[in-house]
Every structure is written in structure tokens, then in C-alpha cells.
């Protein structure tokens, strides 16, 4: 059975930092592309960014390009999303997803964590 677990959400002020962290158990973790999804109240879940299976390719929305960073660590199974120069308009429940290709659509992926909280005041 395949699980995702994000962890590192939480409140932070306007022009702070973040650091979530997922973790990936039940099938073989480099094989998958990884990406970040966030969904805010009443609105659809956005693309974040999406990292490739080695790691070396990256892609990012252009609301967060310069101010986010995805990377993962196949040693420990695990999709980070550093997330620098936070706006209020960040807040919303962040999501990693396994996907098998550099997808930006949400059906692209198979796999779903329980999502993480991030609050951004101003």
C-alpha cells in the first residue's frame, strides 16, 4: 500500500519560511515523479511544482517561481518544498502526489498524502 505522509505546515508571518517534508513508503520511490499541489478554501487544487525521478529537473508555477524550491531524497524516500518569501495568498492545504510523468494536472497523479496546513498572515 502505497502512503504519502506531509509534515512542516504550520502559521508563519508574511516574508517568512517553511519547510514541508513528505515521505514516501510502498513502492519503489525513484521510479515516481513528485509533485506538490495546494488547495485553498472554495478554490481548486494548483499545481505547485513537480521534481523528476533523479531529482536533476525541476518545474515550478509561475505564482511561486523564485520563491519555492522542490527537491527529494531518494536515499530517505522523501519530497521537500522549501518555501521562502511567503505571501498571505500561500495559505492553503499543501498536497505532495506520485505521479509517473512532469505533470502539472492533478489526474496525472496516483497517489495522494492527507495534506499539510500553511497559514500566511499579514
Known amino acids: 500500500q502505497v502512503q504519502l505522509v506531509e509534515s512542516g505546515g504550520g502559521l508563519v508571518q508574511a516574508g517568512g519560511s517553511l519547510r514541508l517534508t513528505c515521505v514516501v513508503s510502498?513502492?519503489?520511490?525513484?521510479?515516481?515523479?513528485m509533485g506538490w499541489f495546494r488547495q485553498a478554501p472554495g478554490k481548486e487544487r494548483d499545481f505547485v511544482a513537480v521534481v523528476s525521478r533523479s531529482g536533476s529537473t525541476t518545474y515550478y508555477a509561475d505564482s511561486v517561481k523564485g520563491r519555492f524550491t522542490i527537491s527529494r531524497d531518494n536515499a530517505k524516500n522523501t519530497v521537500y518544498l522549501q518555501m521562502n518569501s511567503l505571501k498571505p495568498e500561500d495559505t492553503a492545504l499543501y498536497y505532495c502526489?506520485?505521479?509517473?510523468?512532469?505533470?502539472?494536472?492533478?489526474?496525472?497523479?496516483?497517489?495522494w498524502g492527507q495534506g499539510t496546513q500553511v497559514t500566511v498572515s499579514s
Open positions: 502526489a506520485q505521479g509517473r510523468s512532469m505533470a502539472a494536472r492533478a489526474n496525472d497523479y496516483d497517489y
Open positions: 510502498g513502492r519503489t520511490f525513484s521510479s515516481y515523479y
